[in-house]
Nanobody
Framework: QVQLVESGGGLVQPGGSLRLSCVASGSIFSIRTMGWYRQAPGKQRELVAHITTGGSTNYADSVKGRFTISRDNAKNTVYLQMNSLKPEDTAVYLC???????????????WGQGTQVTVSS
């Protein structure tokens, strides 16, 4: 079984910072892309940022220059450093990983349960 567990969410004032972490565990042979998505009430889930095994990154325009994604391949962990947070960043942040399990031949997409980020004064 594969699990993705996020941590680091919470309540922060506008202009503040948070760091999210997501650890993938279980019968994992290889992880390809890892990423963060977010979903606000009444809105569609959207990509925030993703990072390849080699470290190539992609960001949503709304977070460029404020958020930084990184990963530790040895620990199967992806991070999201969020600075200069705005009220519109309020959402549930979900971790995603494309990975292949031991005994499998194809990559599948896995999701964490999400962590709430609330930006409010």
């Amino acid at each position: 079984q594969v699990q993705l567990v996020e941590s680091g969410g919470g309540l922060v004032q506008p202009g503040g910072s948070l760091r999210l972490s997501c650890v993938a565990s279980g019968s994992i042979f290889s992880i390809r892309t890892m990423g963060w998505y977010r979903q606000a009430p009444g809105k569609q889930r959207e990509l925030v940022a993703h990072i390849t095994t080699g470290g190539s990154t992609n960001y949503a325009d709304s977070v460029k220059g404020r958020f930084t994604i990184s990963r530790d391949n040895a620990k199967n962990t992806v991070y999201l450093q969020m600075n200069s947070l705005k009220p519109e960043d309020t959402a549930v942040y979900l971790c995603n990983a494309d990975l292949v399990e031991f005994g499998s031949v194809s990559y599948r997409s896995y999701w964490g349960q999400g962590t709430q980020v609330t930006v409010s004064s």
